[in-house]
């Protein structure tokens, strides 16, 4: 099992580029860090080659991953926060074309794709199937070497470091498991929600805390209400053609607006008959993992493949149950957070490591325990909302065809989303107290669910729908 570890709400929430966070937003930062390392180092002047080894998932479904342009970007100097989405292409096109890359903005080096970037298809790394390893060569003969590993979620963990970590801050509220989350609310009467505050306010003040929040709640409504208007083919050769823009507008039945809070009160005139809002929680889940598949700028929550699951239930949350204030949208999003760290601590978000049950899982218990809370669920119900969730998908694999995050990823997110209400749903009609099966106890099943599923069934694209899906994706 992984080291235990102190996660903030920021950990959990990242804002980046599409379309894996494990093997897009990993491997880009892993390359920033490696960059960080030589400019440490003081030989970035010196370095004179780059290669990149790429290993196990990585390595098999890197191309359809976008891993070769995330870590261009990242060895460029590239931020997946800030960077501008439409110029991705021009700038790896550029890298290519010319067999020149400008290593963290300042050192112009040769860089021969087909010779310096290696997709090692056969050779596996035993700390985990994301792995790879920078190797800088100097004009004095010398060389540089590190492996990264891209853990799931945009988490990273340089080898040798795994056993270093330390605790950053001193926590008013240490949490590993559920039971320790409960122990607390229990033990100080706190929401949940209250609970993880506290924790932040360990780092940071409360005013940046809500401000850090917000931000992360724009950047999901601006990649939703973008998926929502933008039509056409997603990209990498499948043809898969965008559908949430289509859906949209089928729903929307004329009702004129012009922005994002328009938009919300003309989805709230099409009515909230029971079909109608499964439509448009669809709708809100299609529209962020079209986007993701297209390489735009998506929160992970707590992956990219799983973006759009969190996103869609809190507008549900927003549109049909009158949750449009900053207070709920922060509540939603910090006890969504915490469900996912637990996951994290006790067992893993990464689908390489436990197959879809540990993203569209994942996801979808953080949502169904966040709408709980915010619709007045007790701290059992809250958790008991989580548990409902992930028992529901134990066991399912992840089996990308073509590498690529669009089928079945994009629609296991509105999956993933129905039966986080349907969850939330149950548990606050239920007794908690008389449930038969714990958070933990789900978490610690998943995870042996995780060691027992075979490789083919975990982002490897060798098993389940990509082996029996014919297809025929251009040469990249």
């Known amino acids: 099992m992984q080291q235990r570890e102190q996660i903030s709400v920021f950990d959990m929430f990242k804002i980046g580029i599409g379309p894996s966070s494990s093997h897009t937003l990993g491997p880009w930062r892993a390359a920033q860090q490696f960059v960080s390392l030589l400019q440490q180092k003081e030989v970035m002047s010196l370095v004179v080659q780059v290669k990149i080894l790429l290993y196990g998932s990585l390595a098999k479904t890197g191309k359809g991953h976008g891993t070769d342009i995330a870590i261009l970007l990242g060895l460029s100097g590239d931020d997946p926060v800030t960077f501008e989405v439409d110029k991705i292409d021009s700038k790896i096109a550029g890298i290519i074309n010319s067999h020149q890359l400008v290593l963290g903005g300042e050192k112009e080096i040769s860089f021969v794709a087909e010779d310096d970037l290696l997709f090692l298809f056969s050779e596996s790394l035993p700390f985990h199937p994301n792995a790879v390893t920078f190797q800088a060569f100097l004009s004095n003969e010398t060389a540089i070497s590190a492996t990264y590993y891209s853990i799931g979620g945009g988490f990273v963990i340089k080898e040798g470091a795994q056993g270093q970590q330390r605790l950053e801050v001193d926590l008013p509220f240490p949490i590993d498991t559920a039971g320790d989350l409960l122990h607390w609310c ?53 043809n898969v053609a965008r559908r949430a823009s289509v859906l949209n507008k089928r729903l929307i039945k004329n009702i004129p607006y012009n922005d994002y809070n328009g938009w919300v009160r003309a989805m709230r005139q099409t009515g909230t008959s029971f079909q109608n809002i499964l439509d448009w929680v669809s709708c809100f889940a299609l529209a962020v993992n079209e986007e993701n598949a297209s390489f735009g700028r998506v929160v992970t929550a707590p992956t990219n493949g799983a973006a759009g699951v969190i996103p869609a239930v809190l507008q549900y949350f927003i549109s049909f149950c009158d949750g449009y204030s900053e207070q709920k949208i922060i509540q939603f999003l910090f006890v969504a957070s915490e469900i996912g760290s637990i996951f994290k601590k006790g067992a893993t978000i990464s ?25 007045g669920g007790s701290q059992r119900q809250v958790l008991m909302a989580a548990e409902i969730a992930m028992e529901h998908h134990l066991g399912m694999t992840c089996d990308p065809i073509g590498g690529l995050v669009q089928v079945p990823c994009i629609e296991r997110n509105t999956m993933g989303a129905i039966k986080a209400i349907t969850a939330s749903q149950l548990a606050l009609q239920s007794n908690p107290d008389k449930a038969k099966v714990s958070l933990d106890a789900v978490v610690k099943t998943m995870w042996q669910t995780a060691q027992d599923m075979n490789s083919k069934y975990k982002e490897t694209a060798d098993g389940g729908l990509a082996i029996n899906i014919p297809i025929s994706l251009p040469e990249c």
Not at 216 to 229: A, L, Q
Not at 355 to 371: K, N
Request: aromatic share 6%.
């Open 186 to 238: 229990i033990k100080t009467g706190l929401k949940i929600s209250e609970v993880v505050m506290e924790n932040e306010l360990a780092w940071r003040s409360e005013q940046e805390t809500r401000k850090g929040v917000l931000d992360i709640f724009d950047v999901m409504r601006e990649c939703m209400y973008r998926g929502c208007h933008v039509s056409g083919y997603l990209p990498g050769g499948l």
């Open 351 to 375: 689908a390489a490591m436990g197959g879809c049950q540990a993203e569209i899982g994942v996801s979808s218990a953080m949502a169904a325990a966040a709408l709980t809370e915010c619709l």
